[in-house]
């Protein structure tokens, strides 16, 4: 199984920033998984962003669920993000990771990971 | 829902023990048996290396193991080696599917 994050590395502030996570080596309509984005800022430490199940379920971090929308295309095995009204916080890598349910093990862990994709938000 | 709460550096010599705690909640780490740690070197993705808690996925050595008290998470390095050198994450379910990291904490290998 392997993730792939990709998108624009530059946005401007105020806009919105989309992403695109493609799996491969495995259907992402597996019931017993989400898929998740997680970021971090330079030097900084992880916060998760939130998570899909293919059947469009969605959970969002309370600090920015007002801001973030997380969907999956099963035609193409695909999960995006996508992120309102940015500013310099925002800047960030972000990983999309799948993330076990209670039905299977690691149970709500997240493994594996994309390698990443750094996001800046500057004018 | 807030942080955990990690040691923001730990360190210890080559064969020596470290553990990294890690300190939530009743609405996170101690209302659940669904504690993560993860390993991240430079400039390189997170690797799980313990899940619900205390148990390890294949691949990953003997010598790193979790526990919980109440709120507490720890993880536990054993016969350090210099490769354990890296940034370390806990993270927990806290209801209604969410999940929320640590700080981090930096072992160095001394």
């Known amino acids: 199984l392997q993730l792939q994050e990709s998108g624009p590395g530059l946005v401007r502030p105020s806009e919105t920033l989309s992403l695109i996570c493609s799996v491969s080596?495995?259907?992402?309509?597996?019931?017993?998984?989400?898929w998740g984005w997680v970021r971090q800022a330079p030097g900084r430490g992880l916060e998760w962003i939130g998570n899909?199940?293919?059947?469009?379920?969605?959970s969002y971090s309370p600090s920015l669920k007002n801001r973030v929308t997380i969907s999956a295309d099963t035609s193409k095995d695909q999960i995006s993000l996508s992120l309102t009204s940015v500013t310099a916080a925002d800047t960030a890598v972000y990983y999309c990771?799948?993330?076990?349910?209670?039905?299977?093990?690691?149970?709500?862990?997240?493994?594996?990971w994309g390698r990443g994709t750094l996001v800046i938000v500057s004018s | 829902q807030s942080a955990l709460t990690q040691p923001p550096s730990a360190s210890g010599s080559p064969g020596q023990s470290v553990t990294i705690s890690c300190t939530g909640t009743?609405?996170?780490?101690?209302?659940?048996?669904?504690v993560s740690w993860y390993q991240q070197r430079p400039g390189r993705a997170p690797k799980l290396i313990i899940f619900e808690g205390t148990h390890r996925p294949s691949g990953v050595p003997d010598r790193f193991s979790g526990s919980k008290s109440g709120n507490t998470a720890s993880l536990t390095v054993s016969g350090l080696q210099a490769e354990d050198e890296a940034e370390y994450y806990c993270c927990s379910y806290a209801g209604n599917n969410l999940v929320v990291f640590g700080g981090g904490t930096k072992l160095t290998v001394l």
């Open positions: 899909v199940h293919y059947t469009g379920m969605t």
């Open positions: 080596g495995d259907s992402i309509t597996d019931t017993t998984y989400y």
């Open positions: 009743r609405s996170d780490i101690g209302g659940y048996n669904y």
């Open positions: 990771a799948r993330q076990a349910s209670a039905l299977i093990r690691p149970s709500f862990a997240l493994s594996p």
